[in-house]
């Protein structure tokens, strides 16, 4: 690696290396035998694990479940925001701390808190269960545990540009006479709307790798229940590296596309705020 | 004017109520089932369940895993941020967009990747073995997958601060005559202290929770290679709900105790990067 231009601050050469030395037990290496594993694998081979009926099912199940969770956490998450950042109310500060509960909360422990509260003897398991409606163990049940895990990736994302939006268009459109909801409509949603759609993206791709609060909860059926990290995590029970691997790299194309998705629009988000195109 | 004030109050409050409908619902309501469960059986079985003998190692493996991610991830957070932000060189971009791989790709999969490096199918496991080196279904291994899903957390609090401040303080302390550590204490890192310990407190969150990661690499031997959360899992696994609750409620109160700090710390921090 070489600089560019030289600069007065010492250091470089050993921060460099430090940074290059960690970087490449931790994440290069692992990476890079990840590949060699891989070019190992035939083309064959490769479209036989992964167009199996049940990994083709766990694939079906995890985009869902992903998907319909973070929906739930679009719309939540800009209710969350907003009230957070628009509004003063007892409790406020306990409210935004409590955002952060997911991440903060091992998933394992969600999982099985989730799972006991949902079940047909739990608390909101059993309210359903006299409608006929079984959460945990279903789908369903899924997606609440993946609604846990994604709570804070919209709030977080939108929280900011609430604060900072310009009142002084809200005020020109109130005088002008525009009603409360039609200025939230025009003025407000279109300004947070990249941003909410940032924290969508971040929330489903981690959704979709989320392993510790889905196991518990989901039942884990053939066909029905299982997700994909969960057929990756048997396989690799059953030694079948080759098959796991496989799966694997179907999720890693899914997430880095959903990646590059998100920063798209956040670069695009980025350049309206600072008044370009 | 008046029917329009009155109807957005409606709105505001039924607002806030949908907020702590969903917040109670969500994520109060799980916090308290850990702690109704754990204690479903007195107070007896619960203390019995926490200072078990396995439950006492696997919170010692714990904290020896997340000691060394904070450690290694402060010097590789610390150089990084340094190294990123002081200098212009090639292959910046790439270097940024490889330390935030981790946190993007599945735990199990990044389980996944270092049992390809390290298991028996990889080219290293004949050196390993004449090592005498054990990494897969071993400690390390544990400690490797904590340490690669914790990786960005803490320079990716400190690389933005350190943007923003520009570098003119350094250029001066350096044409002036201070050597790099005396820049870095005197200099750079008062700016940066609350930055870092925010950093350190969500890397210390993540490391104690990992589970996807560790589970593939652990094998699951009790008293061996067993973290606090893959007790957990273990014990509600075997139906003992009671005990893998009181577990669970060690790491709640952990959970509860970050999430005061990192409160604590970013409003002090706010507070005195205004001042400043």
Redesign the interface.
Known sequence: ?????R??????G???G??LA??SV??????A??V??TSHLSWDEIVATITRDRVLASFRVSFLTAFVASSVNLV?GI??A???VK?T?PLK?L????????????????G???T??TADT???GGFFAKFGIKIAFTQLGIIVAL??IG?PFVVRAVQPVLEKLDPSYEEAASVLGA??TRIFWKIIFPEIIPAALTGFGLAF?RC?????SV??IAGNKPFETEIT?LI??SE?QEYD?AS??TI?LV??IA??VT?FLVNLVQSRNTKILKGGV | MNKETTSSKVTKWVLISISFIFIALMLLLPLITVIIEAFKQGWDVYKQAVVDDYTVHAVLLTVEATVFAVIINTVFGLSAAWSLTKFNFKGKKILTTLIDLPVTVSPIIAGLIFLLTFGRQSPLFPILQDLDIKIVFAVPGIVLATIFVTFPFISRELIPVLESRGNDEEEAAALMGAGGFTIFRKVTFPHIKWAFLYGVVLCTARAMGEFGAVSVLSGHLRGKTNTLPLHVEILFNEFQYVPAFAVASILVVMAIIILILRSVIEYTGMRKSNVR
């Open positions: 690696m070489k600089r560019t231009n600069s007065v601050i010492p250091g470089f050993l921060t460099t430090i940074t960690i970087l931790v994440v290069l290496i692992p990476l035998s990840l060699v594993f939540m209710i969350l907003w009230v957070l509004y109310f500060r409210v935004d701390g409590m955002i952060e509960l997911p991440f903060a909360l091992p998933t394992a422990v969600a099985i808190a989730l006991a509260l739990g608390l909101i609604i846990f709570i009603s409360r791709g979709l790798g989320e392993y510790g196991v518990f990290p990756i995590m690799l590296y796991a691997t694997a999720m890693l997430s880095f990646l």
